[in-house]
């Protein structure tokens, strides 16, 4: 398991990344705002995508459209990917889920 300050820097690094790519978005389409721990994203239709740290796991936790998924971190990929084991990466399922609510294709760098 990382340890403590690991887990917040990979964090940090990919909330950044997911603020990052909302900002070259239209707000009105997509809009994302950081409280501490969470990210909510915000849809022109008022749904909402809500991706959060889960500290005593040292998980990234994202819920959207009905689905929860629940993303380790891999140090030999350098990726978060879904802890049931589906392939699921984090940058790539958001990527869906803010095609399939907003119809835009964002890219994270």
């Not at 909302?22 to 389409?29: C, F, G, K, T």
Request: proline fraction near 4%; hydrophobic fraction near 40%.
């Amino acid at each position: 398991m990382l340890d403590e300050p690991r887990y917040l820097h990979l964090v940090d690094e990919a909330f950044k990344t997911l603020e990052d790519a909302l900002d070259r978005v239209d707000p009105d389409d997509a809009e994302a705002y950081r409280a501490g721990d969470v990210i909510t994203i915000t849809f022109r239709d008022k749904s909402k995508c809500i991706v959060n740290t889960q500290r005593p796991t040292r998980q990234i936790w994202l819920a959207a459209r009905s689905r929860a998924w629940h993303f380790d971190y891999d140090p030999a990929t350098g990726r978060w990917l879904d802890d049931k084991g589906r392939g699921d990466e984090l940058f790539a399922t958001l990527r869906a889920t803010i095609l399939a609510s907003a119809g835009l294709d964002v890219t994270f760098a």
